[in-house]
């Protein structure tokens, strides 16, 4: 099973400004998600990151709001930028082995 | 675009008794999961049911799938108060690596 740590795991930011969230697998993994959960809300897939490549965004969610970085097989970032209250969510990263999903501890945001 | 949906949206039942939510999704899957989330909480990971198994159980837990309907249930015996969360199955499609996309959930209050 893969064991992922995120950083940081919570934070309060001011409207405007960026955050940017790691996530750190202990092992390599071909593919990561970014899954965001609004509150009260279930999970939504933001994006899949590719190590390589870039990554590949679901509707509703762009590069410019969301980017991603992912520079090796163990490790990706997910800035949320310019936020706004509507941003404050647990954001989750992920990874799928041998078929079952892994999740992080997820980094829980409040934008003031 | 999220596949699962979960009802009942919400549940409330008395301390005992038995809670049965259900699921529907729309594409063929390798397997289907559930997943609880206690309030602020993060997920926890119930119980996996592959594509080719129909019925699984896990203490109190009993899990349904039908394939040929693409739906599950999740039955949770005898609740108990600590029961009380939110309920998600989330849905892993058939080819590799792609992440679980999960449904809206169901709300369950065991009330004492």
Redesign the interface.
């Known amino acids: 099973s893969a064991v992922i740590s995120q950083k940081p795991s919570r934070d309060i930011c001011q409207r405007g400004t960026s955050l940017t969230i790691q996530c750190q697998v202990d092992s390599q993994v071909t593919m990561m998600f970014w899954y965001r959960q609004q509150p009260g809300q279930s999970l939504t897939l933001i994006a899949t990151a590719n190590q390589g490549s870039e990554a590949t965004y679901e509707s509703g969610f762009v590069i410019d709001k969301f980017p991603i970085s992912r520079p090796n097989l163990t490790f990706s970032t997910l800035t949320v930028s310019n936020m706004s209250p509507e941003d404050s969510s647990i954001y989750l990263c992920s990874v799928v082995q041998s078929y079952e999903q892994y999740f992080g501890p997820g980094t829980r945001l409040t934008v003031t | ?2 596949q699962g949906e979960e009802d009942p949206q919400a549940l409330s039942i008395q301390e005992g008794e038995n809670a049965t939510m259900n699921c529907s999704y729309k594409t063929s899957i ?2 289907l ?1 559930w997943y609880r989330q206690n309030s602020g909480r ?2 926890v990971h119930l119980i ?1 049911i592959r594509s080719n198994e129909r019925e699984k159980h896990s203490g109190r837990l009993r899990v349904t799938l039908d394939t040929s309907k693409k739906s599950s249930s999740l039955l949770i015996t005898a609740s108990r108060a600590a029961d009380t969360a939110s309920y ?1 199955c ?1 849905t ?1 499609r058939n080819s ?10 169901t709300r369950l209050s065991v009330i004492a």
């Open positions: 675009s999220q390798n397997n999961q993060g997920l996996l998600f989330a892993l590799g690596n792609t992440p679980l996309v999960f449904g809206k959930g």
